[in-house]
């Protein structure tokens, strides 16, 4: 047993990663014990604790002014509160049959190993960043962390085009095309995919293909980037495709993340199919009694499908952190799964998915129905009424919902959380039909546009019986 910081006899947690999973997790421990109890050892390789990593594009487009803004809590208020958060730290290895990790000083190059009763794996997620001539030349970018929005800030400041391309077309590549053009530059986005927003069915990611397009972005589907090619100086001047060439004084890689896993690879814990750790519903790593991980770097159940998926978002981190600090503080807390709920935006436009695509459905061996309507976000003859698209996913013979996806312009977006409470509720679209939601003018149709898309999937399923 280690001998705690404050000179008691205690046990010692400690942190993998500064962000969202692992300084909730700490934080949580710390409220159910004290420093004589617990001591807590964090350690980010980073500069910046706690931060959204969500805020960024915003940030880079202007909305959010100061990059501190992104901060929910510094190092200093961390140790304030007894927690020996090590910045510009990083571990380099899990030595789990002895109980401990080396971490090298990113400054310095100086290692040095700590001992652990309890461990905590936060590790987040890395870019996706191709392999491919010219992708690490100036002025080429992802962002994931502070320091790549900062990064990217310098080269904006300090390029005289006005030219962006962006590599892929999902979230990252949508709201990282609204941040240049916010910026004034001219955006191209180049996607592989038959439309933007993978995360939708193709005539869903078509109606954002339009929207961007109306926005001044131009959209070059079905295309895959194979050289980023650089000038004399030895700065990035364009993309190249099997076929054109896109000029760029900029390019940011928005082709999305895999979980960052090597450490735990290394050290042998168990991974998935899409290459996150594997947890139980208390996030213990599977087959390991005092080793917890979450955020970004697991899998979690999803509940619509029952299948195992790496959906890295901060409200998922957030929420494992705190069943993380509970159990690891004592406690006894859990995370069931997820339903796969995500919004976004390009400009006015609002991008929002639940549950499973037709593919994910497919996938998964069920049979099911669809029902997509036009409808408005508010009453039509109120002011300011815009429209919107829902599609409804529902399991063919018993009408169980499945998915919804909805892009519209203002007020459309939020309207994707009732259907993730009807997913997580396990609701028929007949049931939804019935559900008793907010109507006024100013706010909605008499028919909110999700009933109207459960009504017409609930006939689809009578239909088909």
């Known amino acids: 047993m280690n001998m705690s910081a404050a000179g008691g006899t205690g046990e010692r947690l400690v942190v993998i990663g500064g962000d969202a999973a692992g300084m909730s997790a700490a934080s949580q421990a710390r409220r159910l014990k004290g420093p004589r109890d617990l001591e807590i050892v964090a350690f980010e390789r980073g500069h910046f604790s706690s931060y959204s990593a969500c805020g960024i594009p ?24 007894d927690i020996d958060l090590r910045m510009r730290t990083e571990v380099t290895e899990i030595d789990l049959a002895r109980g401990r990790v080396r971490a090298r000083d990113v400054d310095s190059g100086a290692e040095s190993w700590t001992s652990y009763d309890k461990l905590v794996i ?36 300090g390029t005289r085009g006005r030219r962006a391309v962006v590599v892929g077309a999902g979230y990252i590549g949508v709201e990282m095309a609204e941040a240049l053009i ?42 895959e980037v194979t050289e980023v090619l650089t000038g004399d100086d030895g700065r990035v001047r364009a ?39 594997l947890t139980d519903l208390g996030m213990r790593v599977r087959g390991h009694e005092n080793v917890w991980a979450g955020g970004d770097c697991v899998e979690v159940l999803d509940l619509v499908s029952g299948q195992e998926r790496h959906i890295p978002l901060g409200t998922h981190a957030n929420k494992h952190g705190q069943v993380i600090g509970t159990n690891a503080g004592g406690g006894y807390a859990t995370f069931p799964g997820v339903v796969g709920t995500a919004v976004s935006k390009v400009c006015d436009l609002e991008i929002a998915r639940t549950g499973l695509r037709e593919k994910d459905a497919l996938r998964a061996g069920l049979r099911f129905v669809t029902a997509t309507v036009e409808s408005t976000s508010r009453a039509g003859y109120y002011p300011g009424a815009s429209p919107m698209t829902v599609k409804m ?39 939804m039909t019935a559900l008793d939601l907010g109507y006024a003018p100013p706010f909605s149709p008499v028919w909110d546009p999700v009933l109207v898309a459960a009504r017409k999937a609930a006939r689809e399923v009578e239909r088909h019986g």
Not at 241 to 249: G, H, I, L, Q, R
């Open 58 to 81: 915003y940030w880079v487009g202007g909305a959010v002014s100061d990059r501190d803004e992104l901060i929910a809590r510094t190092p200093e208020e961390h140790r304030a509160r």
């Open 122 to 157: 936060g590790t987040g997620a890395r870019p996706i960043r191709p392999r491919m001539p010219g992708v690490d030349a100036p002025g080429v970018h992802g962002v994931q962390t502070l320091d790549d929005g900062q990064a990217l800030l310098d080269t904006l400041a």
């Open 182 to 223: 916010n910026r004034g530059y001219e955006v191209t986005v180049v996607n592989r995919g038959r439309e933007p927003m993978s995360t939708l069915d193709p005539d869903m990611g078509r109606l954002v293909h339009e929207a961007m397009e109306g926005l001044g972005i131009t959209m070059v589907n079905d295309a």
């Open 239 to 277: 993309v190249a495709t099997t076929d054109a060439e896109y000029p760029a004084d900029v390019v940011v890689l928005g082709i999305g993340v895999r979980p960052e896993t090597s450490l735990a690879e290394a050290a042998g814990l168990p991974l998935g199919a899409h290459g996150g750790l």
């Open 393 to 431: 996913l529902a399991e063919r013979r018993t009408g169980r919902l499945l998915g919804v996806q909805i892009v519209g312009r203002e007020g459309a977006g939020k309207r994707v959380d009732v259907a993730a409470v009807a997913l997580t509720a396990g609701m028929t679209v007949e049931q």
